[in-house]
């Protein structure tokens, strides 16, 4: 159905197949490439990270010439909003992985579990939001959002994050529910236990892998939107996204570099707490790499 | 047979009842969106006197030259960095598919900048291939150059240079995380006898491999395709500001204290959300063909 769907729970790495006709040959070079790549994706954190201890840093230098710890200080300061840019960009993240739990699992559910009239009409209508880039749909919502009173708040901040994330958990879930068999509820339920019992102790274990992965995700699409909130908040609405750029604008490169940081860390802990399942945090992965 | 009747009647009315939230919401603040924005696009706007719907706007974005020539830029943007990523990535699945020592370890971190913000790679971008940057800094080191200037504009320059370096940074490991599952998945096997039959090493990638991965990825293309095209952030740090990608225009023409402009801007929103429902169409032709096979 998606790709996400696809890739999260089908595939597991198979690495019993024969790898004669890779591993024989050239391995310098097969390992120079993969140092190449390596490097190219590591590139654009290098400077960052230097340049937030960075005190001096002229031009031809290829290093600081002079150390500080004044952009972390800065940045940590209570007086900056740094700390309340944080804590905004964290309770939108929250709420907006909430309700796409909410609302997010039980469509999953029906879409992995059940066959239906129109559900080609409704699995169009999911990925759609994926897709059509969101300036397109926010420049709209926004004559909206300020008739009803939402922009320019942290609730209307966190609603429209829901166009991006709330697709993104219906199909991961769609993913985890096709790979799920209902009979266990009936059993359980053919045994006496009530409706809610049978959510809590079979239904909700079996998804919880996924569920743990596609939730942690969607935090992180939430946390890296930028463009949503620039327009819907009207700046009055400060995330980590807006200061990061604001500072990278301004040419404060040592605090830019240390919000990079910051603003990467979530992302670098949801790689460590998934890539158990690597196969599983992979595929889910792949709904931010848009 | 009047119980199995309600029976399905019932089961149709869970199924609704799963799925009324999330579609209610998406319609709300998706189709929403989208509709608002094209009733403002034809300058229907009753609140401020505009009750005469026209396309007045149409007509002026496609008459306008900075329109024209930002349309030009961003096609050219997605179509390059969607190109340049998905040979890329194609051949970094390649490379990273056999089970080689530290193969764990390099699939990591090939993961890690899929976690990674566009912004915070477009701002490290900047810092490294700017013309006072870290590469520019090691030409001089080299004795390739002598000043910054001299160093060839990758930044705010006419070709997109860093923008597309930025893309292409983060969406080879999107296509090739897929590109690698499928290969995983398959193994080696059609591939080992394509070679034992006498195929030559790229006839066994042309006919094997490629129809193995080229729907996967050919989705994941597509998918970077819209994305590319629709994305504000990395053109409004490292792009031009004339002409800039739709969506920056789109954005400014919106933010302009003429108010007139803003259905020009709804307008351009209308070509994103077109052009990208282009992608979503051959996405899903895709994504079904590789459910059949």
């Known amino acids: ?290 | 047979m009047s119980s199995r009747l309600s029976d399905r009647g019932a089961e149709r009315l869970r199924i609704a009842a799963l799925l009324a939230p999330a579609v209610i919401v998406i319609v709300v603040l998706f189709i929403g969106g989208l509709v608002s924005g094209f009733i403002r696009s034809l300058n229907y706007f009753p609140l401020i006197g505009l009750d005469t719907p026209n396309l007045d706007a149409y007509a002026a974005i496609f008459t306008d030259q900075e329109f024209l020539s930002s349309l030009g830029l961003t096609l050219y943007i997605a179509f390059v960095s969607t190109l340049l990523s998905t040979v890329l990535a194609v051949g970094a699945a390649l490379l990273l598919r056999a089970p080689l020592r530290g193969t764990r370890l390099v699939n990591l971190l090939f993961s890690l900048n899929l976690t990674i913000p566009h912004l915070v790679g477009a701002v490290g971008m900047l810092f490294l291939v700017s013309q006072s940057g870290l590469v520019s800094r090691l030409a001089t080191g080299l004795g390739l150059i002598s000043r910054p200037s001299e160093f060839p504009a990758l930044v705010s320059d006419p070709f997109a240079f860093g923008i597309i370096l930025t893309y292409v940074w983060k969406e080879v490991p999107f296509i090739g995380v897929i590109a690698l599952a499928i290969l995983l998945s398959v193994g080696e096997d059609y591939e080992s006898v394509a070679r034992s039959l006498g195929a030559k090493r790229w006839q066994s990638f042309r006919f094997v491999t490629l129809p193995l991965i080229g729907p996967g990825v050919g989705s994941a293309s597509f998918i970077v395709f819209a994305f590319t095209f629709g994305a504000f952030e990395v053109p409004w740090l490292l792009g031009r500001t004339n002409p800039a990608t739709l969506p920056v225009l789109a954005f400014k023409s919106y933010s302009d204290v003429d108010l007139a402009n803003r259905s020009h801007a709804m307008a351009m929103a209308m070509v994103i959300a077109a052009l990208s429902a282009v992608a979503i169409v051959a996405y899903t032709k895709m994504s079904r063909r590789y459910i059949r096979n």
């Not at chain 1, 809610?196 to 946390?223: E, N």
């Open chain 1, 1 to 290: 159905m998606s790709l996400n769907a696809q890739f999260a729970f089908d595939v597991g790495p198979d690495h019993t197949s024969p790898v004669a006709t890779t591993k024989g040959r050239r391995p310098v070079l097969r390992w120079a490439a993969i140092v190449g790549l390596l490097a190219f994706l590591v590139a654009p954190m290098i400077p960052l990270i230097f340049w937030s201890f960075a005190f001096r840093w002229n031009y031809p230098d290829l290093l600081p010439s002079e150390y500080s710890l004044r952009a972390w200080k800065a940045v940590a300061s209570p007086t900056n909003n740094v700390l309340l840019a944080t804590w905004n960009s964290s309770v939108i993240a929250v709420v907006v992985t909430v309700l796409s739990i909410a609302i997010g699992v039980p469509a999953g559910r029906a879409l992995g579990l059940h066959k239906f009239r129109g559900k080609r009409l409704v699995e169009l209508l999911i990925v759609a939001p994926i897709i059509v880039p969101t300036l397109a749909v926010a420049l709209g919502m926004h004559t909206l959002f300020i008739r009803y009173g939402l922009s320019n708040s942290l609730l209307g901040v966190s609603v429209v994050h829901l166009i991006p994330a709330l697709p993104y958990m219906t199909l991961v879930m769609s993913g985890v529910f096709a790979n799920y068999d209902a009979a266990f509820e009936s059993q359980a339920r053919s045994l006496g236990a009530s409706p809610l019992k049978t959510q809590w102790y079979v239904t909700f274990p079996a998804i919880r892998p996924g569920l743990v992965v596609g939730a942690l995700f969607t935090f992180l699409i939430s946390w890296s939107e930028y463009v949503l909130t620039l327009l819907i908040g009207g700046g009055q609405v400060v995330t980590l996204p807006l200061l990061l750029f604001n500072f990278a604008r301004s040419g404060d490169n040592a605090i830019a570099g240390a919000l990079a940081v910051v603003f990467v860390v979530p992302g670098v802990l949801v790689l460590l707490l998934t890539s158990k399942h690597l196969s599983t945090g992979h595929a889910a992965m792949g709904g931010t790499g848009t």
